[in-house]
Nanobody, 124 residues
Framework: QVQLVESGGGLVQAGGSLRLSCAASGRTIRSYAMGWFRQAPGKEREFVVFISWSGASTYYADSVKGRFTVSRDNAKNTVYLQMNSLKPEDTAVYYC?????????????????WGRGTQVTVSS
């Protein structure tokens, strides 16, 4: 079992930045690929970014490419999401998730473990 806890969300003005963290416990995330998803009110949960177990491979949704950066520190069992140039449409609850896969995973069903999410609100 892997327990995931997100933190770092909050209220920020458009153009601002936030850094989300996802701390894992229970098992090391070293053997898991990790992803970030988000869900806005009334919308389905959508893929944001994927990072492979080693961090060597990443994949971003077009909507965040060039603005968001994912990284991981396996020694600290933590994954990060640096979000810059935030827009009001980035407002959502952000979730991190772990997937036992060596391949790029963008679908929710590919992930076995989920955090409870952290709210990000971007004001215009």
């Amino acid at each position: 079992q892997v327990q995931l806890v997100e933190s770092g969300g909050g209220l920020v003005q458009a153009g601002g930045s936030l850094r989300l963290s996802c701390a894992a416990s229970g098992r090391t995330i070293r053997s898991y690929a990790m992803g970030w998803f988000r869900q806005a009110p009334g919308k389905e949960r959508e893929f944001v970014v994927f990072i492979s177990w080693s961090g060597a491979s990443t994949y971003y949704a077009d909507s965040v490419k060039g603005r968001f950066t994912v990284s991981r520190d396996n020694a600290k069992n933590t994954v990060y999401l640096q979000m810059n140039s935030l827009k009001p449409e980035d407002t959502a609850v952000y979730y991190c998730a772990a997937a036992p896969t060596k391949y790029i995973a963008t679908m929710t069903y590919e992930y076995d473990y989920w955090g409870r999410g952290t709210q990000v609100t971007v004001s215009s």
